[in-house]
């Protein structure tokens, strides 16, 4: 088996990995909040900690999850916030990618918040530009993050919430040119002037979101705040993958998947230097992908947007954090779309039954590099390669605050395992964790609820000569260097 070689590079750092670029995205749909985070307060036979179902309030505690953006998606461009406040809550049609259901407004802003608080992420709101008014998000952002002695700010204190929760993330509307109104670039860009300049007079420290698309799109409105800058602080993308069904992929579509996700890169990179042409160093303009994943086909609306998401959705997930962490200089926040039962979960539920799909392990692979360091890594692309010619073996390193080092790997191979040998960082001991299966269509299930997870990987070599270990095809793994 031929060695390939990783090169970790500490005197050449790229920047800091946000908790951010860690971020979920829970959205009313389907079953992701309800039945999913949310089986209520009244009578569940499934056990919850304040409505909160507790397994997966535990799983996520664990995961971790540093940002948590709600309540949509398309739903948001519908939501009244005012819906879900209160003691008399209003069943309302609950719509989102042509689902419409009852909506008993039990989750609103205050539960929604405080979950947050307990599982220890930053919320991110979306709101309603497509239904509803910049007076009705002003007055959302106000009851949020208001401390003076406003009624709006009275209202909540008698909800049950004295202090304010000092929301920093707002987006204004979603997916403006589809669900969010089907604006124009031009229409949608002089609204978002009028919505943010109203948002800023309320709370100037808010961090506002503005909704992209594609290079056209995001030059358009771009050019269109070129004068505002003050106005705008990220730039949303969204990024879903398809190749193949969910499980019964082909040997090509499982490379499809790999290639198509890497193409995530380029894209960031593109959106970057179009927002850097306007600001010109003026202002701090980041990306926020906050909504990315596999998108199978069978996640159709008469199946609540739900798919099996095996490990090969994992290894796109952990490609993802490779790009994440390459372009955190750019890259301010990401969300991967949705955080239950919805679409690419790493968190699944049927009733009182309960797992987590190889995506959630991959998180958890990956999490030694939130708030690290990002490094330049290279790989040595010539002696291990993949049927397209790209390099099988890819990697990303990060250097921790105390001196240690998490360095991540990945065989992108279908069939072949790989050697390989980790240099430039020093450590006394090193240990390994892996994620794989004997195919990358391994999923978990009720049935089967660890037939995909970690194992301990045995790494050997010195700082001096190397760390080596052996990849098997289609796998993941996490090496943790301490001093
Ligand atoms: O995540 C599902 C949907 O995908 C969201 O509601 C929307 O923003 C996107 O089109």
């Not at 009313?28 to 909160?52: E, F, K, M, P, Q």
């Not at 019964?248 to 995530?264: C, G, H």
């Not at 299930?445 to 301990?456: D, G, Q, R, T, Y």
Request: aromatic share 8%.
């Amino acid at each position: 088996m031929s060695e390939t070689s990783v090169v970790v590079r500490p005197d050449l750092p790229i920047g800091t990995i946000s908790p951010r670029l860690y971020g979920q995205f829970a959205e009313h749909l389907g079953r992701c909040c309800y039945d999913g985070l949310w089986v209520g307060t009244n009578n569940s036979s499934i056990a919850h900690s304040h409505g909160w179902r507790t397994d997966v309030l535990q799983a996520l505690k664990a995961m971790p999850i540093p940002l948590l953006r709600w309540p949509g998606g398309c739903y948001a461009d519908h939501y009244h916030w005012r819906d879900g406040i209160g003691s008399k809550r209003p069943v309302r049609l609950g719509m989102s990618c042509g689902l419409t259901v009852e909506d008993d407004n039990s989750l609103g802003t205050h539960e929604f918040l405080d979950y947050c608080v307990e599982i220890g992420a930053e919320p991110y709101l979306a709101g309603n530009m497509g239904s509803g008014s910049p007076q009705e998000l002003c007055d959302w952002v106000e009851y949020c993050n208001v401390s003076l002695n406003t009624a709006l700010a009275n209202e909540r204190k008698t909800n049950g919430r004295p202090q304010p929760w000092n929301v920093k993330l707002w987006g204004v509307g979603n997916e403006n040119w589809g669900c969010g109104g089907n604006y124009t670039a031009e229409q949608y860009a002089q609204e978002y002037r009028r919505y943010s300049t109203m948002l800023r007079h309320v709370d100037e420290s808010a961090e506002l979101v503005i909704c992209g698309l594609t290079d056209d799109w995001n030059r358009v409105i771009m050019d269109a705040l070129k004068d505002h800058l003050s106005l705008v602080d990220h730039v949303s993308v969204h990024r879903y993958w398809a190749a193949g069904p969910a499980v019964d992929f082909s040997e090509d579509e499982y490379y499809k998947m790999i290639a198509t996700s890497q193409e995530t890169e380029p894209f960031l990179q593109s959106t970057a230097q179009i927002i850097e042409a306007v600001t010109k160093g003026r202002k701090k303009i980041g990306i926020a992908l906050d909504e990315w994943g596999v998108w199978a086909p069978e996640a159709k609306p008469e199946v609540n947007y739900e798919q099996v998401s095996p490990l090969r959705d994992a290894i796109a997930a952990a490609i993802t954090f490779e790009i994440f962490h390459r372009q955190c200089h750019v890259l301010t926040l990401a969300n991967l779309a949705q955080v239950a039962n919805v679409l690419h979960a790493p968190v699944q539920t049927k009733g009182t039954d309960f797992w987590c799909t190889p995506t959630y392990h991959a998180f958890r692979l990956y999490s030694g590099h939130i708030g690290a360091t990002a490094l330049t890594t290279t790989v040595d692309s010539t002696t291990f390669a993949l049927p397209d010619g790209t390099a099988g073996i890819s990697a990303t390193a990060s250097a921790g605050g105390d001196g240690s080092y998490t360095v991540s790997l990945i065989n992108r191979h279908l069939d072949q395992a790989a050697q390989v040998a980790v240099r430039g960082v020093s450590g006394a001991k090193a240990k390994a964790q892996l994620l794989t299966a004997d195919t990358p269509k391994a999923a978990n299930s009720a049935l089967a609820p660890n037939a995909v997870a970690p194992v301990e990987l045995e790494v050997s070599g010195s700082s001096e000569a190397g760390w080596r270990c052996t990849l098997p095809p289609h796998s993941i793994a996490t090496v943790t260097l301490a001093h």
